[in-house]
C-alpha cells in the first residue's frame, strides 16, 4: 500500500488528538490531550516547528505522525523525538519506522549530529502516575523502560547513553517528621545547625556552596528565585552560614510540589541533616494544602537514598537512548 506523507497543518489536529487519546492514552501511562492542551503544550511551544511534525497518510486517512524538535535558542549538537504514534490497527508494518527516518533526515539537515531522549526534551510529556487520585508528573525524564515506544527505538539503532532514570512519587496529606529525624534534629541544633528559610539580609555563603556542589543549574533556579519569583526556601545553616539547600517551596495548579534540587555540603554529610533538610521540605509543602510529590533522579544519584528513606516509592524507569546521525 502506498503512503503519503504531509507536513502538519491545523486541519489536521482534531484527527490527530483523538489517535493519540484512542490509541496512546488508552492503553499508555501518558496524559491525555484536550486541543487546548496540545495546541498550548505543543503547537505553541517556542522550540516547534510544524517542518518537523510529519504526519503519515492513506488513502486520505491518517495513519499517525511523529515530531522532531530541538532548541532553538542555543546551538546544541542534538535533536529530540518526543513521540512518533501510529493507529493501533497499523501497527508493526513499518510505518513507524518510515517516519522515524524522515524525522531523522529532518534533524539531520539542521546540522543536528545526533538524537538524544531525555529529559531536556523542549516538549514536556505529562504523564499519569499509577494507582494514584489522577496525580500527573510534568514531563518524562527518558523513554519508558520495555514500553512499545522504547523497544521502537532500540529496534530502530537506538541505545542506552546515561544513568537510568528513576521516578518517584509520595502522597504528603499524612506525613509527618518520625521519631528519629526529631532526635536528628536537637542534636544537630545543639552542634549550631538549623534548618530554616533563607533570609538574604542575614545569610551567606551559597555561591560558594554551589561551587562545591558543582551545579550551575541549582545556582541559577537560586537566583532567578530570589530575583523574581521570591517562593521560600530551606537552609541548613551554621552560624548564618548556608551550607545546605533545597526548594523553592510552592505548589502546582494540580496540588503537586515542585522544587527544583536538594545538595548539602561535604563538609556536613553523615550528620542525617540531608534527610532532615528534605523531610522539613515535605512539611512545608504539606502547610501549604500540596497533596503530593513526584521527582526523578539518576540511578546511581546517592539523592535517591533520601528520597526511599522518606517515603517515596518508586513508581517508573526510564532509559536515555541516543541514536548516531
Excluded at 164 to 193: R, T, W
Excluded at 200 to 214: A, Q, S, V
Excluded at 285 to 310: C, D, H, P, Q, W
Amino acid at each position: 500500500m502506498s503512503f503519503e506523507l504531509k507536513t502538519f497543518n491545523k486541519l489536521m489536529l482534531d484527527d490527530i488528538i483523538k489517535i493519540w487519546n484512542d490509541d496512546v492514552y488508552n492503553k499508555d501511562y501518558l496524559s491525555k490531550y484536550s486541543k487546548k492542551r496540545f495546541i498550548d503544550e505543543v503547537l505553541n511551544n517556542p522550540h516547534f516547528k510544524k517542518e518537523g511534525f510529519k504526519v503519515i497518510y492513506l488513502n486520505n486517512e491518517i495513519l499517525g505522525y511523529g515530531l522532531a524538535v530541538y532548541n532553538v535558542l542555543k546551538v546544541e549538537e542534538n535533536g529530540y523525538i518526543p513521540f512518533i504514534v501510529i493507529k493501533k490497527n497499523y501497527q508493526r508494518l513499518g510505518y513507524g519506522t518510515k517516519l522515524l527516518n524522515f524525522l531523522t533526515l529532518y534533524l539531520k539537515e539542521n546540522n543536528k549530529k545526533y538524537i538524544r531522549q531525555l529529559f531536556f526534551d523542549p516538549i514536556n510529556l505529562k504523564w499519569n502516575i499509577k494507582n494514584t487520585n489522577n496525580h500527573i508528573h510534568p514531563n518524562t525524564p527518558g523513554i519508558l523502560y520495555n514500553s512499545d515506544y522504547y523497544l521502537f527505538l532500540i529496534n530502530n539503532g537506538f541505545y542506552i547513553d546515561g544513568d537510568n532514570q528513576n521516578a518517584y512519587y509520595l502522597n504528603i496529606e499524612n506525613f509527618s517528621l518520625n521519631k528519629k529525624l526529631e532526635e536528628i534534629e536537637k542534636k544537630n541544633q545543639l552542634d549550631g545547625y538549623n534548618i530554616e528559610i533563607y533570609n538574604k539580609n542575614i545569610h551567606f555563603g551559597e555561591k560558594e556552596l554551589f561551587e562545591e556542589l558543582n551545579n550551575i543549574v541549582w545556582y541559577e533556579s537560586f537566583k532567578n528565585n530570589i530575583e523574581n519569583e521570591n517562593h521560600p526556601m530551606l537552609v541548613i545553616t551554621k552560624k548564618n552560614q548556608i551550607l545546605g539547600w533545597t526548594g523553592p517551596i510552592y505548589t502546582k495548579s494540580d496540588n503537586r510540589g515542585y522544587f527544583a534540587g536538594i545538595g548539602v555540603s561535604k563538609k556536613i554529610r553523615n550528620k542525617g541533616l540531608g534527610t532532615l533538610l528534605f523531610n522539613k521540605l515535605i512539611l512545608e509543602f504539606k502547610n501549604i494544602n500540596v497533596k503530593y510529590m513526584s521527582l526523578f533522579t539518576g540511578e546511581s544519584n546517592k539523592a535517591r537514598y533520601i528520597y526511599e528513606r522518606s517515603g517515596f516509592s518508586l513508581v517508573n524507569s526510564f532509559a536515555i537512548l541516543r541514536k548516531d546521525l
